[in-house]
């Protein structure tokens, strides 16, 4: 699905936006949405594969086959970052190095009180892991007829968790893994309806989702003026996940008019197919250039044309560290997946 792809480079590149340029030039725009643009769909694509596979292979069966693609797909990538980072002297790193190794670095952070500079972004994998460790189980051993409710109210959870830990503060909100249920569980159940068969009239998509983003949008902008609705802002982030749940169901239907045109264009699918190790290093990339261009850190270089002038370096070297990862590690995993074959291969559907 082209489209997806298309999604999944604009996400990217408010992530990169929101990191990689100051506060002051985002004009109180949430380019940290990307973000959670991420988690609705994984939840969708998690949810599709696992429901399809649920109808003709053992859970035994599925569940190997998805956690081995997941540790392929995730983890040598992963490492490799990290290990650039150990490289550089990301002090987080050497001090509390079992953390991010088994992926947890999320609690850690929380503990810390603070975004490590440069390895922040991976409190999202560390959610993202811990979602792949449970939510397969919801998925596969709840029973059909009740596993629609079941994410609903897991859906709902959600704004009671960040309603209970509003004292701690958003890093708190943010970095625990309960109080984002409600982007995986609105992403599957999009899937589950659709594998369900269940048709989505056009109409009803684009008014569910305009409301959702108006709602979104008072809640957000009342958050920004300092003004902050008691309660009702805990649903802030689901009223967004429902407009990322409305916007992928488009995307996945290919039916999206001039905006799949969009989604479409072949530089940006392209981006979207190696989102993942764009992710990875491109909060890595500002330390690299700062150790190899340092003059570009010059006081004497007023502070809005620095940023100009480091923004072709960041790029540059994003990309370059993206496709030595590639080469050197990605590519050689997946060859030698493909030349195992995997047990059961004979069932695949």
Known sequence: MPQLDGLRALAMLGVIYHHWLPQSWRFHFPTEAG?????VLSGFLMAQGLLREREVLPKAIILKRFHAKRFRRIYPAYYAALLLALALGVSELWEHPLWWLTNAQNFLILDLGYWPPSV???WTLAVEQQYYLVWPLVLLFVPRRF???????LCLCSPLVRYSSDAGGWLSMDLIPWGLLDDFALGSLLALLMHQGMVFPRRWLDLLGSAALLGYAYLYISWEMNGAVPLWCHLQQTLLAVVFMMVISRAAAGRWGIFSRILEHRHLVKLGQVSYGIYLFHNI???VVGKLFWFLW????PGNLAIVLRLPFFIVITW???????RYVERPMMDRAGRIKPAGASQRS
Do not use: G, T
């Not at 973000?35 to 988690?39: D, G, R, S, T």
């Not at 010059?298 to 270089?301: G, L, N, V």
């Open 120 to 122: 922040s972004h991976f």
């Open 35 to 39: 973000l959670f643009l991420f988690f």
């Open 320 to 326: 370059v560290l993206v496709w030595l990862c590639h």
């Open 298 to 301: 010059d006081e004497r270089i």
């Open 285 to 287: 990339a500002p330390l």
């Open 147 to 153: 596993l629609m409710a079941v994410l609903v109210l």
